[in-house]
């Protein structure tokens, strides 16, 4: 299935999954409201007894509960090929039976209809040994290197059972998989967090890999686990690979589904959906990078005030130099920075120009535009040319600008449109960055700057524009082969071809 090597082989958690013999859910703790069958793993169960925490813990959970009369499965994590007949062979993705887990190595189990051993290490995971040793890891260094692959973990399983529902074994080519893609996009946008996160885990990685006890620990895991020879970095790569590849798949399988097939529709809305989920993971990235060069432009502002720029916005939508009239009639010549949320006014030093002054904002939500034309304002009782007014709307304060040339001023109207669409956009998306990734960003920026003395490295260099289409107008283009740029330069570990994407390219119902 599209997911199943995805949460097959490299996924953290094991997963338990309970119901007693007689096919009822018990206990009720493992049941939802509904009274329908719930999952859980391992730390699930350790939340509502301690005890499983201790060494051998997990043993214990698993045989008190086949004890108890429940049934235990294992979701295989990757194949386990023997040409024993006392092992149990299976693939990633089956599920297995747990009758018998006394041994910590090999656990005795039912796949299908054959009772055989296989090895426990196969439904284990780098998280559960890194989080063992605490010596080693803090909990942000877990965080920062593992993200929420746990939570993707959990998405994913629930993506695979609901996708596995619409396959129809018997006759693949009428099954109806378009709808589970629409049904679950909204949940894809949990990749974006992980993406995000990924570089940073990348950084943290070759810190400690630096450190020969670290790399000899990822390496005994990856060995206890008899993983394929990929080092970590390469596992953690997968979820990026993978969230690109949706849109490749799905375009392949609409190639070779006639319009006259009853899921051609939904194959058709799915495709654009998961390329709009793309598109979004590119643009949350595009906002994390571009926060860094925000936060560092600040800190080249001298006596800036009051809360950090990263508190409201995330990108610098135009710049330039307007001429400010006060209340008075005088005049001001001012760099303004308009943000989404904030317009925010310098003033350059008198004798050393490379140096910028903070000298105020204005909060954007609370501003309405106005146009004015060339002539007499009647609010100022002054003649202006190429101006335009930002109003308050709690307050009534005008605050009158004028540029040096028309094209000038249309650039303005343009940015304050665009920055009102913009931050529309993040509303409607749910375009957030979080505040540890905001604090962070400021944290770089003043060590980077500490110890300089301001306007001795050059004027103060404004973030980049964001000069972008509308959301919905910035299409990913598909290409026929996974686009780099999106998995951060490093290899992706082989697999072999999914037989259910095959199976459908080669049936002749499908193809035009």
């Known amino acids: 299935m599209v997911a199943r090597r995805e949460i097959a082989r490299f996924w953290s958690l094991e997963s338990l999954h309970l119901v007693s013999s007689d096919g009822g859910t018990e206990p009720s703790a493992l049941v939802d409201d509904n009274g329908s069958e719930e999952d859980f793993s391992y730390e699930d169960l350790c939340q509502a007894s301690p005890r499983y925490l201790q060494p051998g813990g997990e043993q214990l959970a698993i045989n008190e509960l086949i004890s108890d009369g429940n049934v235990v499965c294992a979701e295989a994590l990757w194949d386990h090929v023997t040409m024993d007949d006392q092992e149990l062979g299976f693939k990633a993705g089956d599920v297995i039976q747990v009758l018998e887990a006394s041994n910590k190595d090999w656990w005795w189990g039912r796949s299908e209809d054959k009772e055989a051993w296989f090895p426990a290490s196969f439904v284990r995971g780098y998280i559960r040994q890194c989080r063992k040793h605490t010596a080693m890891f803090t909990v942000a260094q ?283 956009e993040d509303q409607e998306l749910g375009m957030e960055i979080s505040e540890n990734q905001k604090k962070l960003a400021m944290l770089n920026a003043q060590k980077a700057g500490h110890g300089k003395s301001k306007g001795y490295s050059g004027c103060p260099v404004a973030p980049p524009h964001q000069s972008l289409h509308p959301i919905h107008q910035r299409h990913v283009t598909v290409p026929t082969s996974v686009p780099q740029q999106q998995v951060f330069g490093l290899a992706e570990p082989k697999r072999k071809p999914s037989f259910f994407w095959h199976t459908f390219n080669r049936l002749t119902p499908f193809r035009k």
């Open 142 to 424: 877990l965080a920062t290197i593992f993200g929420n692959i746990e939570d993707i973990y959990k998405f994913q399983r629930k993506f695979l059972k609901d996708l596995e529902k619409q396959y129809n074994k018997e006759e693949p080519h009428l099954s109806e998989i378009g709808s589970c893609f629409l049904q679950h996009q909204e949940g894809f946008a949990i990749y974006s967090e992980y993406c995000n996160n990924h570089p940073g885990a990348c950084l943290e990685l070759a810190n400690l890999m630096q450190q020969g006890k670290y790399r000899h620990f990822f390496e005994a895991c990856r060995l206890l686990q008899q993983m394929i020879d990929i080092a970590i970095d390469g596992f953690l790569l997968t979820p990026v690979q993978k969230i690109c590849k949706y849109p490749l798949q799905l375009a392949e399988l609409l190639k070779y589904t006639t319009q006259e097939h009853s899921d051609y529709s939904n194959i058709k809305a799915a495709y654009e959906a998961m390329k709009n989920v793309a598109c979004l993971i590119n643009e949350r990235k595009r906002k994390l990078e571009s926060i860094d060069k925000i936060a560092r432009w600040q800190v080249s502002i001298v006596g800036w005030e009051g809360l950090d720029i990263l508190d409201r916005s995330s990108e610098l939508i135009h710049s330039g130099e307007l001429t400010k009239i006060t209340k008075q009639g005088k005049s001001q010549q001012r760099t303004f920075f308009l943000f989404d949320h904030q317009l925010v006014s310098c003033k350059k030093d008198l004798l050393r120009r490379d140096m910028l002054y903070y000298k105020g904002r204005l909060d954007m939500d609370d501003m309405e535009l106005v146009d004015l034309e060339d002539g007499r304002d009647k609010d100022c009782n002054l003649s202006v040319k190429n101006a335009f007014k930002l109003v308050s709307r709690t307050t009534d304060e005008v605050h009158l600008f004028c540029a040096k040339k028309q094209e000038d001023k249309a650039r303005w109207l343009q940015a304050c449109a665009d920055e009102r669409r913009r931050v529309q």
